[in-house]
């Protein structure tokens, strides 16, 4: 794994309100990146602009170092928010002709395209055309189709958006195959228990800035509050009492305490023994939704 993307102080206003601010991170190859922001954070245009269908007012984006020349977009894959395949041209023949487009050849594209559409379970679907498809299917076109050239890198925006149960599973298993397979993806999501399943590393924006970028496992531990949960064999109540802890949950002989800032758990984990046994006794990890709402404020 490699770092392949560097997005480096790019700035960008519409009008006199300005967007992004600075934004930077980078994006490794092999490595899936979730990019999450609220409505109107920034993700799109910051896409856009990694794409070159925008440009940056200042700022940089370099791809193995180097600015992005059209040979290299050749190499990128963008399933964008506004969707646009053609309505009615069939399935099958829209991806093989993105996959020319792409620089495949003819026969390789169709090859491609018949695999990529059993992958994705459309392949009873790739003579129609697209319009008359459900939207979860164009969906999955949408995703075939910028993955049928076998991009490096892999920027999909809102790619979960409208895809029922099923194909959640389905196109999470890809976009895993593709990262296993040396692709560096970036992708934004307002489904954060679906960024949380899959991503590795994470880029958090609000207001066109970006508050946290770095590996999933990094940031969990970054934010990482002193809470610990405990499960004893009788009333766990005396915790209450317990210097240097703050109760949050109390369920029986089952506990979430909060330690006070810089105190070690050890004490308490002495204390619980003191009472009989100590069931489980272990720190709670914050989830993703919970490092969100705490980097964004
Ligand atoms: N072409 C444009 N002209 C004017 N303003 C724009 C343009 N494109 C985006 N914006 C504004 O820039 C801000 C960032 O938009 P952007 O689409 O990048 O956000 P986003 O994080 O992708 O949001 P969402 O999750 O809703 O898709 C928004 O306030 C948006 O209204």
Known sequence: MTTVLNVDAVNRSFGERQVLKDVSFTVDSGRLTGFVGANGAGKTTTMRIVLGVLAADSGAVTWHGAAITRA??????????????????????????????????AADARRRTTALLDRLELTERANDPVEKLSLGNQQRAQIAAALVHD?????????????????????????RERARAGTAVLFSSHQLELV?????????????????????????????????????????????????????????RRAVVDLDPGADEQPLLRAALTRGPVRAFAPVRPSLAEIFREVIQ
């Open 151 to 175: 991009p490096e890198l892999l920027v999909l925006d809102e790619p979960f958006s409208g895809l029922d149960p099923i194909a959640i599973e389905t196109v999470l298993a890809v976009l």
């Open 72 to 105: 290299d977009r050749q190499r990128f894959g963008y399933m964008p928010e506004e969707r646009g395949l053609y309505p009615k041209m069939t399935v099958a023949e829209q991806i093989v002709y993105l996959g020319r487009l792409h620089g495949i050849a």
């Open 196 to 252: 949380e399943r899959l991503c590795d590393d994470l880029v958090i924006i609000a207001d066109g800035t970006i508050r946290a970028a770095g590996s999933r496992s990094r940031l969990r531990d970054q934010y990482t509050l002193p809470r610990f949960r405990i499960e004893v064999d009788s009333d766990a109540g005396w915790l209450r009492d317990e210097p240097g802890v703050t109760l949050v949950e109390l369920d029986g």
